[in-house]
């Protein structure tokens, strides 16, 4: 399944699970049960952006974006991040109100019986998801699988705590468990924007990345051949990576040409997705600092 039909698939989902907890919360009148249907609600806006800015992302270059649309998608991941934070502060005003003035809870059977069944819904998808994410390096695909997985670990967490309520009668702690949900909530969602705004800055290649380009350049290392000025980036799902390459002065254009093209396919072999740019220089040419330095 392509990346949008797993998003498709979240949409589907999420008002499934939004009907479930809504009708958990009319039963029993829980503010933890209702804080759980909104973020059921963050999870369908957000997986309803994500899938637009992926179908975004994946349209070819035009005139006005000749390096295509790749990070559209980090626009997904953090929407969605403040999302959460908004349906956060919106979960504590509630909880406080109710913790202010307490109230019995109803049908607690049926309340949780729902909550769980949207939360096994939420689990198998959030795990499909993620899985997909990471064979694809879609972050706005894991943004919203780990926004699922926050999901089921804040209804595991309101199913725990009102069963307790229902065995002590402490009702108190339904508006107690509802701001425990916010502050988890909220530490996700700052995790959300902090990838999101590091892809936006051109964050580095993972190290083991790294690593394997180095690697396939010690392959053409010799004495008469180096390489420097190694620059690595990601936007979306596409790697860069920029560097330059220093051979004989006496090598003719077409040698030296066909040596950049063997290196230049060993890389993007070794790293999927990678696009890598390398410029020719002599062997004794340095790159002067704030001239070719500037454009990589």
Known sequence: MQISGYLKLSVAVALATITLKTAAWWLTGSVGLLSDAMESLVNLAGASFALMMVTWAAAPPDAGHPYGHHKAEYFASGLEGGMILVAALAIVWVAVQRLLTPQPLEQLTWGLGLSVAASVLNGMLAWAMLRKAREARSIALEGDARHLFTDVWTSAGVVVGLAAAGLTGWHWLDP?????????????????????ADGLMDHALEPEVQLQIEQVLDGFRHPTIRFDHIATRRAGQRRYVDLHMHMPAGWTLGRAAALRMSVEQALMSAVPGLRATIQLLPSDVEARSGDVDDLI
């Open 176 to 196: 107690v468990i509802a701001i425990a949900v916010a502050l988890n909530i909220v530490r996700e969602g700052f995790s959300l924007i902090r990838r999101s």
